[in-house]
């Protein structure tokens, strides 16, 4: 299987995402963070991905600073962050609540201030963080022709839309949008009933996939459907000759032909080398559909 995947004409992706949401609580000094990256990108992950609010507003300069340790290294990378949503937090004093603000000055305002944190002078794809009740297109097209125009942002795309809200954005918009960004997994299947996935393989469009072991919770099962899915895992883990679980839910989302971008979010090199690793490895259709199966908790029709 390809470790690289085309967006579109100027823009590829490594097929297995290295995402930083947690960087605030892996305690890694700067030299270990960039220790961590050269590792990373020796394993042939190119793509690092980031929002402006992971960890308080904190983690894209966490990343930054390492990255000014070994500058030339940002000639290797694809930086990805995301914008849109404010905190109630101490960065937005006097916000009593959480909201998304996609006025055209807040964008170019946070894709700056990731510019500036990553320690970068532009961003290779940029996408807005979450569907907005409050939206108007005709506001992000404008910041994003301003960032395109400027060489701040070269591609941008979206996180978490529906198809009708994606083809709304697209039409207000000159380029194509890169990606969509999603919580796909073989417990989370929102996006196999949403036409999402349709919406996907129709427009040739490669999602970005968030959560894509579903957040941990089948390595200690609880709930029946997690019982229920650990057992095929298990089960089909032992045909293909594999040690982890992981290795498995990867290979099942990386078999489907839409082409998903697992990111993972871990600071431990095993772990990442689980999911690469996993590029190696293929299911028969049958082996994907138990799988499918035991997470619906029902036959097909």
Known sequence: MENRIQLNT????SRIIHGYWRLRDWNLSDQELL?????????????????????NHTCEAYF????????ELRKKMELISKCGIKL???VNPGLDVKIY??????IIQQAEASLKNLGTDHLDLLLLHRPAPFFNPEEAAKAFDQLKQSGKVLNFGVSNFSPMQFDTLQSYLDLPLATNQVEISVSCLEHFENENIEFFLKH????????PLAGGSLFKPETEKEHRLYSVLKEIAT????ERIDKVMYTWLLKHPVSALPIVGSQHIYRIK??????KIDMTLEQWYKIYIASKGEELP
């Open 239 to 242: 045909e293909l000759d594999v």
């Open 274 to 279: 689980s999911a690469v690793n996993s590029l």
């Open 10 to 13: 100027n823009l590829s992706l």
């Open 64 to 71: 930054g600073r390492a990255l000014a340790l070994k500058p």
């Open 101 to 106: 603000d996609y006025s055209s000055e807040y």
């Open 204 to 211: 040739k469009i490669k999602p970005m996939v968030w959560s």
């Open 35 to 55: 220790k961590l990256i050269e590792e990373i990108l020796e394993l042939g992950i190119t793509s690092f991905d980031h929002a402006d609010i992971y960890g």
């Open 88 to 90: 109630n937090t101490n």
